[in-house]
């Protein structure tokens, strides 16, 4: 018992660690996210989200924080969540590949001045860098979140994108710091657009 109570701290000093390296490098980059991404917004249009795995998880997450509500009550605000059809994801990976599932979403339903918001737990997934180029193509400007591994997802945005990446290769620390920029991120949208302050 003693050894697992261990591992259980050693799991909360490394979370803490992490968030506190990802701190002072990402406030100011998470600050224009959510500048960026309410810009968006006050020009009435949307947010699309996309990753893998609990990516996939954190992108449904922040739609329904947007669609529905984050701390305080007020009005929905347009998100679209590309994970969250299953006939479409499984059509396009038989008909074509699944590194399209998401690009082809994209190119469909996006318009130029939206937003497309990235978790990228695996920076190197073909189907986030497919999305990326098709946000570019469609004169999106990309918000991607990621992990401390250089090149991928990371290595096509341009200087109009934001990258907050977080400085770890421990997924599951990685993930953890996805919600917390999340959360602050759909903190900042509130107070920016409804004056909702955390209580």
Request: aromatic fraction near 4%.
């Amino acid at each position: 018992m003693p050894d697992i109570r261990n591992h259980i701290t050693e799991q909360f000093a490394e979370n803490i660690e992490t968030i506190s390296m990802s701190m002072d490098p990402l406030a100011d980059a998470i600050a224009d996210a959510g500048e960026m991404i309410v810009h968006s917004l006050l020009h009435d249009r949307k947010i699309l989200c996309c990753g893998n795995g609990a990516g996939a998880a954190l992108a449904q997450l922040f739609t329904s924080n947007l669609l529905n509500r984050f701390a305080h009550e007020r009005p929905s605000l347009p998100a679209l969540n590309l994970n969250a059809d299953g006939a479409v994801l499984s059509g396009i990976a038989d008909d074509n590949s699944y590194n399209e599932v998401f690009s082809k979403q994209i190119k469909a339903l996006a318009q130029p001045g939206d937003i497309l918001l990235v978790f990228a737990t695996n920076n190197h997934a073909t189907n986030l860098i497919q999305s990326i180029r098709a946000a570019h193509d469609r004169e999106l400007c990309v918000v991607c979140i990621t992990g401390d591994d250089e090149g991928g997802v990371a290595a096509l945005l341009d200087q109009d994108d934001v990258e907050l990446r977080i400085p770890s290769d421990n997924l599951p620390r990685i993930i953890e710091a996805q919600l917390l920029i999340l959360h602050c991120i759909c903190e900042l949208i509130d107070g920016f657009l409804f004056g909702c302050e955390e209580e």
